[in-house]
């Protein structure tokens, strides 16, 4: 479960290797609580603290007794194997105590969209589950029990989080009780209360994945006929906003090489985000279409991503590029410069 590797034995006196979430991290999932959601490097990530949980009573101290036992064979450079090749692991004195403040809640999926890229679109027996359990309860008895502290990040995901019985409720809890850093990732098509007061008190953070410039292309990627609804629900979202505020809600476009990669798709998503009122540009790549051309990418691809750029420029947007992206950007570099 552990395999010692020299380049992460500490020579720092107090230092080791971990990460934010084996510290201090708890994600709630379907079937299991795993230390991070983290998944795209080597070791594989989604690091387990305990299997077939589907709602039992959590004894905190032998979660913490699983955390002490990571940080004790972490100090002697051996890493739990899930977590080899993680570019979250960074040598650093920790602080060794015991609470929680990140948090990812993804104990349910269900969606209102069916976008064409997902996983879940494409293998809907693994995700049709009834709901099995409530976060909620654990949240409040972490919380009163002084476990669970705010400074952290406490995400969403799992589907539409929108969507669960007690996202409402929950999304309150933590407004009320003083949280901060809270991530949403929505389809839209459901616009909620308690996100709009997130955004209100600069507290919550939302991106809503739109992924088209009109009705038809959105029809044809999220396989429903909700663009406007989806549009409505940014708008609404952006109204909360003030000016410190502006950048917590941002409508993304994800490149879909062969449906959407065309420069008036991209023209017209960031002309209906900037008339809602944002000051976001968000762009990503359908990941399995990039996995198998990222060696050998069209050159339309490089203008639309520097169409964007342009544009956030003359809008005066903020530009972001997810990491994917960032990649090809950089390595494009890198080719003109040795060219040169
Ligand atoms: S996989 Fe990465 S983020 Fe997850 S617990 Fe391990 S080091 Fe941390
Ligand atoms: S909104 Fe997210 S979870 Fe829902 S179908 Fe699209 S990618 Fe999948």
Redesign the pocket.
């Known amino acids: 479960m552990f395999v010692f590797n020299e380049k992460y034995v500490s020579k720092k006196e107090g230092h080791y290797y971990s990460c934010p979430w084996i510290e201090h991290g708890l994600v709630f999932f379907q079937y299991k609580l795993t230390m991070c959601c983290y998944c795209g490097h080597e070791g594989g990530g989604h690091t387990l603290i305990r299997d077939n949980f589907v709602g039992q009573k959590i004894d905190w101290d032998k979660i913490f007794k699983v955390k002490d036992m990571f940080r004790r064979f972490h100090k002697k450079g051996k890493i739990n194997k899930s977590c080899v090749g993680c570019p979250f692991l960074k040598e650093a004195k920790w602080d060794g105590e015991h609470y929680i403040d990140n948090l990812y809640l993804s104990h349910w999926?269900n969606?209102?969209?069916?976008?064409i890229?997902?996983?879940?679109?494409k293998n809907p027996q693994e995700f049709k589950v009834d709901k099995l359990y409530n976060v909620l309860p654990y949240v409040k008895d972490m919380y009163e029990k002084g476990i669970l502290r705010p400074g952290g990040i406490i995400s969403f995901g799992g589907?539409?989080p929108t969507l669960l019985d007690e996202f409402e409720d929950l999304v309150t809890y933590f407004l009320d009780n003083y949280f901060w850093g809270l991530r949403v990732?929505?389809?839209g098509v459901k616009y909620s209360p308690a996100l709009a007061r997130a955004i209100n008190e600069i507290r919550g953070y939302v991106v809503v994945?739109v992924d088209s410039g009109s009705r038809e292309t959105f029809k044809k990627i999220?396989q429903i006929d909700c663009y406007d609804k989806v549009r409505d629900t940014i708008r609404k979202y952006a109204l909360q906003t003030t000016f410190l505020g502006r950048y917590l809600v941002s409508a993304k476009f994800i490149i879909i090489p062969g449906v959407n990669d065309t420069i008036e798709e991209i023209e017209n998503w960031m002309s209906a985000n900037y008339d809602a009122g944002l000051y976001t540009t968000v762009l990503d790549i359908e990941e399995n279409w990039y996995l198998a051309n990222k060696d050998n990418i069209p050159p339309h691809i490089f203008d639309l991503i520097k169409y964007a750029q342009k544009r956030s420029k003359e809008l005066n947007t903020n530009f972001e590029l997810y990491e994917r992206l960032q990649n090809l950007m950089l390595n494009e570099k890198n080719s003109v410069t040795l060219k040169k």
Do not use: Q
């Not at 969606?111 to 976008?115: E, I, Q, T, V, W």
């Open positions: 999926t969606c209102n969209s069916k976008c890229y997902c996983y879940a679109t589907g539409e990732h929505t389809s994945s999220k």
